[in-house]
């Protein structure tokens, strides 16, 4: 029940084991009295003469659907797993009060204080924050605390059975064996050039397949969309932008580029005063202005002994590594300048910009085309959205629209919620052409913001209903789905056939590929079906081979086993399988669990 509440929170409540936070009852106000479980009368099942209630499924059903858990064509077949799911949780509830556990008050208050999900910026609960995320899935306060009492109680079950399960020491030896384990043998994968000749086709055949796998040739629930795209970057598109504009913003972008800096740092305090500081730095700008390279007076001059002998070199910096200071000195340089002094913490600096991470003019000049005519447009385009707004609401069609905002009204073809294209796909375009407004009422949608930039209306032309698709339409996949599993028997057949010869003694002529001393996990160019039966086929006795097949959908595979041998041990391998098989018996026991309570419930759908 609590995925739901993870979904919309981001694992906020992930970590909590046995269930979620929950505030004391104190706390809930009227709250309480709303929406409990089981006040409806309307029964689908009985557990133990307690009744599941149609209001119980649709609530847990909704709660799946509001958190898209479930696609929303699949809600009727969600009713029945939910049922069969609050029958297995209420037959562990059973068990667990008829073993004398229950779950306390305070166990419960004590969880909410513990946990940062519903706490504020200053760690406090917060009640609003609380409620707002159990009602965002369809929980109300009261409600949560029963069904967080019973995950309580059953994870005391699981967590108990779970304990009293073990793994001895020679069975985790064991696995350790077989995970070590490697194994030689040959394979070779049959085609259908492998067949006497080639399988055919009945029409009685297609006819058969057609009418056992009628889902599989379902047209889905289709509209025909009429859809109006406003584009700013359409608009911006024959916009004229000037060479010198294109310049202005091309230099713009180095105020805030990445640059290499060098520095020469002259200090003060204990040993210079600030005087002589600033002297010592003058002398230094006149040394500049003789020619003097940066580098070589870094290396004479500056107090910066780890960057000295490397000419001052800072490195790449960006902003906000150094101080206000020296970052604005820094970035109002062009590349080659040297700044004015400029006082830190530290001292005096004379900077130097030796290199600007910016692409060059030509690279960059479409892209600064697009920028500025989109920005010569945007409050054209704004208006442009504000009145698409406007005049969508009230249209009784699209045409009228477009006409006045000088759009294009285009159209689709027949398209479903999934495997629409283009602009159709994006998020929310569908959901829209499905929603009851627009397809129910026949109205144009609301405007939908597919980015900063575009705005897209649509109004549904046409619509049909899910139906099967006819023979004749589908005759051409019926015919390879039907040739497909022909081919699949038959090859199985003459595997089996083949198998048989081998292991007579016969000689075939066969291609194989060898795969010698390969592991469980270390064969990448194995195929999975053909590595998996390899490892359940028999030791075969010395000097011999065992022979199998392997089926992976449409590939049927002859195997050679050879020899078995023993590989180097991966220890944290070995306790990940180990660990694996724990969780694997500790699963069946609950289980087993399960079954049992199921066998002996006294259980009653309606």
Known sequence: ????????????????????????????????????????????????????????????????????????DQERALRGEVLEGLISDRLMIDYAKNGGLAVSDNQLDQLIVS???????????DQELFRSRLSSVGYTPLSFREQLSRDVMRGHIQQGLIASDFTLPGERERLAELQRQTRSFRYHRLTEADLEAPVEVSQAEMTAYYNEHQQEFLRPEQVKLGYIVLDQEAMAADIEVSEEDLREAWEAQAENADRQISHIMVTFGDERSRDEAEARIEAIKARLADGDAFDDLAAEFSDDTSTSDDGGDLGVITRGIFGEAFEEAAFALDEGQVSEAVETDNGLHLIKVT????????????????????????????????????????????????????????????????????????????????????????????????????????????????????????????????????????????????????????????????????????????????????????????????????VDGADVSLIALESIGQGEGNQQMEQFVASMAERLRAQAVLDGLLTHLRDTGEIERY
């Open 1 to 72: 029940m609590l995925q739901s509440i993870r979904d919309r929170s981001q694992s906020w409540i992930a970590k909590i084991i046995i269930g979620a936070v929950i505030v004391t009852m104190a706390l809930f106000g009227v709250e309480s009295l709303i929406g409990l479980f089981g006040q409806s009368g309307d029964e689908v099942a009985t557990v133990n003469g307690e009744p599941i209630n149609r209001q119980q499924v649709e609530l847990n059903v909704q709660r799946a659907m509001r958190s898209n858990q479930v696609p929303a």
């Open 115 to 125: 946990r940062p999900e519903f706490q504020n910026a200053d760690g406090q609960f």
């Open 355 to 550: 290199e600007i991470d910016r692409a060059d003019f030509a690279s960059e000049r479409d892209r600064l085309r697009d920028q500025l005519a989109q920005a010569q447009v945007r409050d054209a385009f704004n208006d442009k959205a504000q009145q698409l707004i406007d005049e969508s609401f009230a249209a009784d069609d699209l045409q009228s629209v477009a006409d006045d905002l000088g759009l294009e009204r285009q159209t689709s073809d027949w398209v479903g919620r999934e495997g629409a294209e283009g602009v159709l796909a994006e998020p929310g375009v569908m959901d829209q052409a499905f929603s009851d407004e627009v397809l129910g009422e026949g109205f144009n949608s609301e405007v939908i913001e597919l980015d900063g930039s575009r705005r897209l209306v649509l109004r549904v032309l046409d619509h049909r209903d899910a139906a099967t698709l006819p023979l004749e339409q589908v005759k051409d996949q019926v015919e390879a789905a039907v040739r497909q599993a022909k081919t699949r028997d038959a090859l199985i057949e003459l595997a089996e056939e083949r198998v048989s010869q081998l292991q007579g003694g016969q000689s075939l002529d066969i291609d194989w590929q060898r795969a010698d001393n390969i592991s469980r996990q270390d064969a990448p160019s194995v195929p999975d079906a053909v590595l998996t039966t390899a490892f359940k086929l028999p030791h075969p006795e010395e000097g011999q081979v065992v022979y199998g097949r392997a």
